[in-house]
């Protein structure tokens, strides 16, 4: 039921923001475009595990055929990765408008952001297709057990009883460029938002604009902090345990809490929210 009802919430959020920003004509702004994009994204990344992880509680039957584990792991990293790099595609988007405002509409224009997104889908579906073909090339024996929810990187690697150390290797180095380089470029972005901030004269104008400042850190230092971790955790032994809890972190919360946090606390979504009801 949990799984259920976390799933719906995931679905029914990010549409209703998706659908808000195509049907609104006074929401088509670089901003809410990347919005967009983002909650078209959430909403597959949440799909590759929750149905399958709802169906493995409903019928008992864990079990899961090659073929779909790997499509699964493609999926998951493609889109985990896609998602890492278009927040700070986001972040880089609010620091032109707040830091440098003048220009935001010359330097964010719509061939600019059409790239930038389609840059981000295309690196991490090229990074998942790195992944998947170093996990086909281990050798899988005994009794096929994955100690994990769904099929990820890291659990395969400790199922299988061949040499591991290139795709550890492989999975560093990814990490170091999809994972710590853009959460940096998120925190540099903000720490100029947040100095910008703090020379407005108003404090109820820097109150509200801290409070969404801090509501998107929040769960940007969620989804980075514990994938870092999660790609470059432990591979074996009782702390995988933690492992699994961060995993389940990065691929639910972010998902369930951005519709909620950069959309639907938007008083330009609530506006157009209302109007469509």
């Not at 919005?35 to 149905?51: A, E, F, I, N, R």
């Not at 086909?136 to 099929?151: E, P, S, V």
């Amino acid at each position: 039921m949990l799984i259920a009802l976390i799933y719906s919430m995931i679905i029914i959020g990010n549409f209703a923001v998706f659908s808000i920003i195509q049907v609104d004509m006074h929401l088509k702004t670089p901003m809410y475009f990347f919005l967009s994009c983002l909650s078209l994204l959430d909403v597959c990344y949440s799909t590759v595990t929750l149905p399958a992880m709802l169906v493995n509680a409903i019928t008992g039957d864990r079990r899961i055929s090659f073929h779909r584990c790997f499509t699964q792991l493609y999926f998951f990293v493609g889109f985990g990765g896609s998602e890492s790099l278009l927040l700070a595609a986001m972040a880089y988007d609010r620091y032109v408008a707040i830091c440098n405002p003048l220009r935001y509409h010359v330097v964010m224009n719509k061939t600019f952001c059409l790239g930038f997104v389609a840059g981000c889908w295309v690196c991490g579906l090229l990074n998942a297709v790195f992944h998947t073909l170093m996990t086909l090339k281990l050798t899988f024996c005994g009794d096929y057990h994955i100690n994990h929810f769904f099929c990820d990187v890291l659990p395969m690697l400790e199922a299988a009883c061949s040499d591991i150390q290139s795709s550890q290797v492989l999975l560093h180095v990814v990490t170091l460029f999809l994972g710590m380089s853009p959460f940096v470029l998120v925190m540099n972005s903000y720490i100029h938002i947040i100095s910008t901030i703090l020379k407005i004269r108003s404090s109820e104008g820097r109150q509200k604009v801290f409070s969404t400042c801090s509501s998107h850190l929040i769960v940007v230092t969620v989804f980075y902090i514990t994938a870092m971790f999660n790609y470059n955790g432990p591979i074996s032994g009782d702390s995988f345990i933690i492992v699994r809890v961060s995993s389940f972190l990065y691929s639910i919360v972010p998902p369930l809490l951005n519709p909620i946090i950069y959309s639907l606390r938007n008083k330009d979504v609530k506006r157009a929210l209302k109007k469509v009801l």
